[in-house]
């Protein structure tokens, strides 16, 4: 019988399915009439402004752990409120956490949601440091307790990609809306074997993928485009994945592309081509876009299970 239940296994107490590296915060959402925002002395926020727990990473990890995955994340935090909301979040979703300290705070965000659901996200990069740095043993112990490793593009995780190659385990990783140019981004595209993107920034998103499959390790590269679906390159051959309706109205799109990537990962970790975990994530990444901004939830195993078995868009 499946169960959404997720697992609380933590890395010392044995095996864990996926290692989530990064990407650890909260944001602040704030729903406003229109994006873009025109000028204006003030606004009236009907909806509130909310804080809470729930970044790229943390989003990734809730994703995992919805669909019965034991799921660890490792991250820097702040001894701070914002690190307090991060460390509640894990607890809740009974997801294995090695929180790191932060002297600099806890990462945060501003995310601005429309009313279609659209997001404009500011990023607080004061809450990093340049010389911030995973320890490797602890990096090195956590990662080869694990099936597989979700790396985020977040600080301290390029300087860990070296580690984290040397152990063999496989890699993910999201280079979000990458330009296919920003050589920041080009050593967690060339590390992962699993790469996804955005195709939002794209001019050719064949081009691209292809190019991180020829010069990386990766077999396995998608770009998701919304309500286009996504663009599914896998050992050669260029596939389209038709985009999923989602099971309600349209509220966030704010970490519909964690939802796809935990999906697919599932999927590859249960061995199912790539083709389904394409769809497994559309799926997931469907259901994201009806979760209201002001909550961190995730499609479960049965749900997910169950709009697979139905028929295909």
Known sequence: MRTDAPRTDAAHTGTVDVLVLGGAGVDTIVHVPELPLPYADSYMIDSGIRTRAGQTGDFVAVGLAALGLRTHHLDLLGDDPEGDLVRALH?????????????????????????????????????????????????????????????????????????????????????????????????????????FLSAAALADPERTLRRIAERGRARTVVATAGARGAYLLADGELTRVPAETPPAPVVDSNGAGDAFAAAFLYGRLAGEPPETCARYGALAGAYACTVPASRADAMGRDRLLDAAAGPRP
């Open 91 to 195: 607890r809740e979703h009974g997801i294995g956490l090695s929180a790191l300290p932060q002297p600099a705070g806890t990462r945060r965000a501003v995310n601005l949601v429309g009313p279609d659901g659209r997001r404009l996200s500011l990023y607080d990069t004061s809450r990093s440091r340049p010389g911030d740095r995973f320890p490797e043993d602890t990096l090195r112990a956590l990662a080869t307790a694990s099936r597989h490793v979700h790396v985020t593009i977040t600080q301290p995780c390029a300087e860990a990609l070296p580690v984290l190659t040397a152990t063999g385990v496989p890699l993910s990783t999201d280079l979000h809306d990458w330009d296919g140019e920003n050589p920041y981004h080009e050593p967690f595209a060339y590390a992962a074997d699993v790469v």
